[in-house]
């Protein structure tokens, strides 16, 4: 079984910078796709980016309006699936989630309030407890 534990959330202001680290526990990910979704207030959840075959190298999906700002990836040492976000706008603001599964997902995945959706239309079979990123103007 998969555990993963975000951290490094906190406040800062529009065009400020913040990692997200997620420690991963329980398995080796060489197999796994990994990624990062948010939950903006009162809306439901969404994709940010996501990273699959980490042991050749990686390969990364971004959503359409994190790309260019974000950077996605799983350092192999640490046990840790990070996320740079740079250049951050108040619309950024959410509880960000770190999920992993074994079948694909992407980013668009399909998402309701409290999930998020594999394409073989399973909910992603793990996730973090979320931290909370604030970007004020």
């Known amino acids: 079984r998969v555990k993963l534990v975000e951290s490094g959330g906190g406040s800062v202001q529009t065009g400020g910078s913040l990692r997200l680290p997620c420690s991963v526990f329980?398995?080796?990910?060489?197999?796994?796709?990994m990624g990062w979704f948010r939950q903006p207030p009162g809306k439901g959840r969404e994709a940010v980016a996501r990273?699959?075959?980490?042991?050749?190298?990686?390969?990364?999906r971004h959503a359409h309006d994190t790309k260019g700002r974000v950077t996605i990836a799983y350092d192999n040492d640490k046990k840790t699936l990070d996320l740079q976000m740079n250049n951050l706008k108040p619309e950024d603001t959410a509880i960000y989630y770190c999920?992993?599964?074994?079948?694909?997902?992407?980013?668009?995945?399909?998402?309701?309030?409290?999930?998020?959706?594999?394409?073989?239309?399973?909910?992603?079979?793990?996730w973090g407890q979320g931290t909370q990123v604030t970007v004020s103007s």
């Open positions: 329980g398995t080796e990910m060489n197999n796994y796709y």
């Open positions: 999920a992993a599964g074994s079948v694909e997902f992407g980013p668009r995945a399909y998402c309701t309030d409290t999930d998020c959706y594999d394409t073989g239309g399973r909910p992603i079979d793990f």
């Open positions: 990273i699959h075959s980490i042991d050749s190298g990686g390969t990364v």
